[in-house]
């Protein structure tokens, strides 16, 4: 079993930043991919960044095109934590963001949310003008 526990989420106005955590425990080694996620107000739930590593420590980081040049996905391996920094925040990035890893990452696409299978409870992110 795997636990993810996502903090950092906030009220901030248009332009502002915020770093959002999330937090792994369980058998997360083997896994290789975590991914952010997000799910506004009547809306589904949609890709926002992913990180997916190799044994040998190779990292690759991907993002929508939505969120492209203004977020940041990072993994700090010690800590098994993964980072979303989010800088110039508009008001339609307004959503609950989770975290979501898949018990072992063999390839392919990770852009769903069915692909994974473990996910954070949750943080809300506010934006305002």
């Known amino acids: 079993q795997v636990q993810l526990v996502e903090s950092g989420g906030g009220s901030v106005q248009v332009g502002g930043s915020l770093r959002l955590s999330c937090a792994a425990s369980g058998r997360t080694g083997s896994s290789g991919i975590m991914g952010w996620f997000r799910q506004a107000p009547g809306k589904g739930r949609e890709f926002v960044a992913a990180?997916?590593?190799?044994?040998?420590?190779?990292?690759?980081?991907d993002s929508a095109a939505s969120v492209k040049g203004r977020f940041t996905i990072s993994r700090d391996n010690a800590q098994n934590t993964v980072y979303l920094q989010m800088n110039s925040l508009k008001p339609e990035d307004t959503a609950v963001y989770y975290c979501?890893?898949?018990?072992?990452?063999?390839?392919?696409?990770?852009?769903?949310?069915?692909?994974?299978?473990?996910w954070g409870q949750g943080t809300q992110v506010t934006v305002s003008s």
């Open positions: 990180i997916r590593w190799t044994s040998n420590s190779i990292q690759y980081e």
């Open positions: 979501a890893t898949k018990f072992k990452y063999y390839g392919g696409s990770y852009y769903n949310d069915y692909e994974y299978d473990y």
